[in-house]
Nanobody
Framework: QVQLVESGGGLVQAGGSLTLSCAAS????????MAWYRQAPGKQRELVAQ???????NYADSVKGRFTISRDNAKNTVYLQMNSLKPDDTAVYYC????????????WGHGTQVTVSS
């Protein structure tokens, strides 16, 4: 089992920045990728960014150039630096982990709310 705990959400004005953190614990040796998803009211959950154990990253088109995902393996923590935030970025942000050999993210945090005011 893997436990994920997000932190860092909050209320910010448009154009501002926030950094989300996700601390992983448990059977972390089994994880080969981690990601941030988000879900806005009335919308489906969408992938925002992901990072592999080797450090490869990819991003949703809507956040490219504004968001950066990174990881600190020593702290078992993944970060999402969010800059130039827009009201459309308002959502609950979830951290997710994927085990080696799996194609889906099957461990999830409880989420952290990010609200961007105009």
């Amino acid at each position: 089992q893997v436990q994920l705990v997000e932190s860092g959400g909050g209320l910010v004005q448009a154009g501002g920045s926030l950094t989300l953190s996700c601390a992983a614990s448990g059977s972390i040796f089994s994880i080969n990728a981690m990601a941030w998803y988000r879900q806005a009211p009335g919308k489906q959950r969408e992938l925002v960014a992901q990072i592999t154990h080797g450090g490869n990253t990819n991003y949703a088109d809507s956040v490219k150039g504004r968001f950066t995902i990174s990881r600190d393996n020593a702290k078992n923590t993944v970060y999402l630096q969010m800059n130039s935030l827009k009201p459309d970025d308002t959502a609950v942000y979830y951290c997710a982990a994927r085990r080696a050999g799996y194609t889906r993210y099957d461990y999830w945090g409880h989420g952290t709310q990010v609200t961007v005011s105009s």
